[in-house]
């Protein structure tokens, strides 16, 4: 016969915590705190093997259930010495579903099970009339709710008229009465609903109860829930039967909350509060100010009510020792919830306690320093993502939201600052002293300079990875992009956002790690890095295999990057330093050359400040490698708007009908397939010639002055063929060979190329053959692959998220499937035609720990992100060989190991 | 010993045809010829191992090479009766080369080798001076020229000086003493230029031109040729050493060229001219009037001077006796060129002939006939993409062509028409009845009915798949696109075209066969199709394996599709139904709409209109399946311009300012990757609904006249996972339950999807489980796979593939190692997850022959094309089902037999 129910309490279980398929994790949890000898509410629960009998069998449970559901009931009983049903010393239950992984939108809890018009009478004996009869009708309002499927309104409504016609205001002013007169309404109220009374016996109680969580498996919201989180529907939910205890029976009663550390500083004291003579929901509720557990934590909040130490010092100790148990069991630290009845200490849940990034990483150190844990366990305690908590500027826990809009969390941390509109603005207020936010409808490269001088950018069109979202990363600037709600009106110089309108100097606050925009300026705290900070990077360094660059070209973000631990710049956008001062018009006039002759005479304009740049990047990165893209956008993107052409032609000394004619010849209809990356090099193979010179001479000229040299790798962008990568090397070679004629040697150097689009994914072998590295690229990998513009993304991603058709944006984390497919397929193929490939990556997703897991699994040597993401990505490298290393199944793929797609 | 010299002549060879690789195409063909016993001037080739050794040995010829021409050459001599350097009777050759593939670009022929001062005379003797000194300066010149390396500019103004001088106006006014006088006169030149005698010793001429054939094998123009033409270097070139015959020594010689059958009608008649008394090049210069070559021509030409049957009877008799065998060895229409020396008929090239597409058809036709060829072999040589000549009306062929620019040969055909540069434009010229050519920058969806209206359409951007090209071949309408050097100027209404300048109204041509744009109107010639051709297409239909369909959407193309073999319909556009008529300003509130009661209001006024376009077209492909894709391109496509707003607002009663928002909020910044495909389905339901509800019920109310019921296949485009075509087959299948509800039956149909995106091929497994066919989208799948738009591809793909970066423009014939590979994947993995799995391509390589032999090979089920190339596709589908037959290791793939990429 099938075991299908699982008894706990009494200092026993059948059941343990590694049971949670078969009890879910209530039931499990339950059951380990039994074993322990912890003083649990003695129950029982019912595996979630009943509940797929129940759906395999027409919704019909198991015959042999209900003996069983008998047995444990009498059991429980006998325990606390009561019985189901009885008139005179009844026992009460509690019914609660709990499924494998934690589901909200599931059945709530139903409590007080068991009570009648005649067990009422008995607890109204044992405790008094008023608390009998308030028990009472909550339960036939929950069960109503929850199993009867009536409108939970239908009873507020009553109790709040019932109130109203008495003149209360608060249900503590409710009589015993009262609450006679609210079951006999709540009652009638069920009779007319359903036409029929509310069940008196015990038992049908019990399996209406039962039926309703298993029912409730299939309901629409946990449909949408399992379908949105990958929940098989075939894992069916547990019930937890066990027996009610009461906090609220007295002044020798309680009910508390507490965690076994501070969750928010990480300080090892009891950390919690409880409320005497109360149920759990009155210390949520906040209507009464909750006391402190220790006498400490009361010296230190002034309180004057006692603590628990002070008012039931045995129970405290007790509880202090179950806390120290609770640990050193699950080493780990606690979130409980406890209640005393009538002087005896009961403890109702036992969990994992979330806690900020801070006390996590406190909390993880101490850890391993107590000897609890090992320095593995502590790493890969921390979630990598929450380090961004510690190295922004965040809004005070308790600062007051004004909330005027929202977007996406586009660059974590916070800012404060006037609203400007346009960069020069932002350059100019700065100048001034102001902080700004520069607020615009999008960011172009062209606004890089007011990005820099602004505290935060907010933008009210363009997606996660949209230019401004980018670059702002880069900077670890907070950034809020596509706030839709809001509208920019650059001629009126205007915000509105929900009918308020702020002008060009007003303040406004953005909150880049969640999204929000806010109105006026905001109470920030500032980072900082704890010793246990370094200490568990330390512990991560030693243990991850996956180097960690950093994407940066300006020598402020390459300092940062260093500083933060990068082991080198995986991809330095040089375009980037195209946009600076006088720069812009060198290349602009490069762009209007005639012909090749006038083009490399712009271009020698630019060799020496593209050398200087190199000169000190290559001065910061001594001793590590450096890669360097060559020029990748479209030209169109250096030349100005339609409306500022007369301008910049009139300052550049140009005919302003050529440039708006050269401007209009370069449009392109489609900018992110177009003109651009290696295309350009190979259309002006003058320019890739340029760049390639200023590497090298920058390389020979910071190796002139001794100390460790870098390793300059040229990288050579959107190849899509060996013959194109062939054909801008040939440019490469020819260049260093005349460096070489010139000045008698030439650096070491190695040439690479991006691997971002599906084709060179696909033909990587045969471009292997001519390429020392590949770095994926899989920002523009991930729009040509679905073919998905990341610009315009936002039309349809939120949705495409939030139904579950994706799941999750392909931007933020890679998509393994498709297109980790293809970074598969081209790393493998790569390596077999050059077995030292060096291979990265330099997307967004370089610095994303779910794709960072994939690039270990695939065996990528090195990843590359923004300069504020390195220690992110330092610690999820280290998650990623832990776990490979103790999954045998994820361990990195060796060429051969590989499955393949045939 | 190694033989490197092949002797041929006097009735016997050493070679043979099929040695080509070792003696080159023309010396394996003088050797096949004189296997024949035909009457060959004898030589020998030297082989092209010689050429392999002289490069892998620095420069040098093997040892052996010397006593093996020596004895090759006193053979030829023993043959003639003469003797290499002999003073009484020279023996005198022709050096030229000849590699394994014609190659244009290499060393020119050398003739009359081994005249010197001393041969010279021996020459004059017997025949005269003047022809002697001719030949010998003739001689100097050419050998000054190419092995020597000297200007042949000094040559030719020394040689008209001296007419001038002497008042010439022609050389056949120079007499044998003014040839003496340039042939001093040229040794004078050699003996300043290169400070010593032009060589007298033949021998030392002989090497001398053979070493020069060797090292033009390597020089710039050969190289660039091989590498445009994937020609390996290693194969070498051979060198052809031949005794000289002279059609110019009197009365008695001539020289001629002949076809075995007329190569502009392929009528069994032979057809040539020839000269008497003459050289070759004589004849080819024009300055005299050929003669024919049989009676029969000659009275057809109205000729008075007598043909060579007339003139000279036996030779006459022994050529045609030769044309007779020389076809039936070589089993196709010969291309010869003979001369007659001193009477004696002399064979000097039998290569096959090159012959117009009609040609070619009846020839092949006839030869089956006759049986000379098996109906296999007339399919095979048969060149699919010259239907295209037969298809469409063409430029007559002597017509004066005064070409004003050049751009894309985008859509086959020619046309004449006044130009206009307006959609609109074109309908009202067209409704007076005059013919035009729409010039436009560029077209879009707005532009369909001027098209229509149009006889031609010409653009001064774009490439060969950009919307005007597409839409031209899909109605079979002529086009060039991208003539980039043409001006449209809309303002002034002039295209400006290399300083000339035409305004609307004046008449042009186009030529979409070659991309020429052509001044004034041009003498046109009208497409016939034969009995030949018909019987021809019989014999591919019954030989191939694809099926093959039509891209259409409106009747008369679904018309012209089946007329021309169509096997249903593969692409149906229905956003091209959208433009027409009323429904543009349907689609227009439909855009519009606040919410989706707003949008299914305006959907509905849609809905007859595209039930009435489905009935149609399933009327007309009765029996045959139809695949018809859901709405495709982003919204903002149908709406109207900037400039057109306030226009169109007006006229839909809408606001202009509500309708100049949304464009705005529609616009993107690269529509090919964005809101578009099924992600429109996906976020409004309700227009795939509409579109499904359209589609089925057409079916049923077609389906209910009786007769053969239509295929319908509905085909969700741009998809890139299974979840996506999932949450729109909902869609399909929820409106089918709908209308069999309504109606109490639904007709029978599929679902299935493009496969246009690279992520959508590497998980074709996961998606094929809830498709029912595949249909590649090769144009997106080129554009996402490559990352290049199509659109903006002009200004680098021409550079491209003219350096041979890619090996052709990928729009045109499928990229078989990247785009090829992507759909090879999701072919095998298709079928793997769905056995039963249709695939198909409906992009513009379905009409291209590479890429439908690739289609072959993969073993997909049909191809669809444009209307006008389905004939083509139908020859093209027959050339692979025969060539994959016939080399096994090109036959069609099956699953497991694929290479995998592993």
Redesign the interface.
Known sequence: MRKWTYAFGGGRADGRADMRDLLGGKGANLAEMANLGLPVPPGFTVTTEACTHYYDHDRHLPDELKPQVEEALAEVGRIVGRTFGDAARPLLVSVRSGSRASMPGMMDTVLNLGLNDATVEALAQEADRRFAYDSYRRFIQMYGDVVLGLDHHLFESKLSAHKDQRGYLNDTDMQGDDWVEIVDAFKAIVADELGHGFPQDPQEQLWGAIGAVFASWMNQRAITYRRLNNIPADWGTAVNVQAMVFGNMGGNSATGVAFTRNPSTGEKALYGEFLVNAQGEDVVAGIRTPQDLTEEARLASGSDKPSLQAAMPAVFDEFADICTRLEAHYREMQDLEFTVENGKLWMLQARSGKRTAKAAIRIAVDMVREGMISADDAVLRIDPEALNQLLHPTIAPHATRDTIGRGLPASPGAASGEIVFTADQAEEQKAKGYPVILVRVETSPEDIHGMHAAEGILTTRGGMTSHAAVVARGMGKPCVSGAGSLRVDYDAGTLTADGRTFKAGETITIDGSTGEVLAGAVEMQQPELSDEFAQLMTWADERRRLDVRANAETSPDARTARSFGAEGIGLCRTEHMFFDGDRIQAVREMILAEDETHRRRALAKLLPMQRADFVALFEIMRGLPVTIRLLDPPLHEFLPKASEIAEVAEAMGADAARLRERAQALQ????????R?C?LA??YPEIAEVQVRAILEAALEVGAKGGEAVEPEIMVP?V??R??LE?VSEVIERTARAIEAERGSVPAYTVGTMI????AA??AA?IAARAEFFSFGTN?LT???????R??AG??MG??VA????PADPFVTI?Q???G??VR?AA??GRRARADLKLGICGEHGGDPASIMFCERIGLDYVSCSPYRVPIARLAAAHASLLTRSSPELSPATPDG?P???
């Open positions: 392109e209809v489609n900018p992110m397939l177009g003109h990356g295309r190979v259309s959107l899509s063929s013959t194109e054909a971002e689009l599906p084709r696909v033909a045969d523009d729009q040509t692959a679905f073919g998905i513009s610009d315009d039309a349809f949705h495409y139904s579950g058709i994706l998509d499937d498709g297109v497919m293809l397929m493998e193929q590989l393949t797609l045939a």
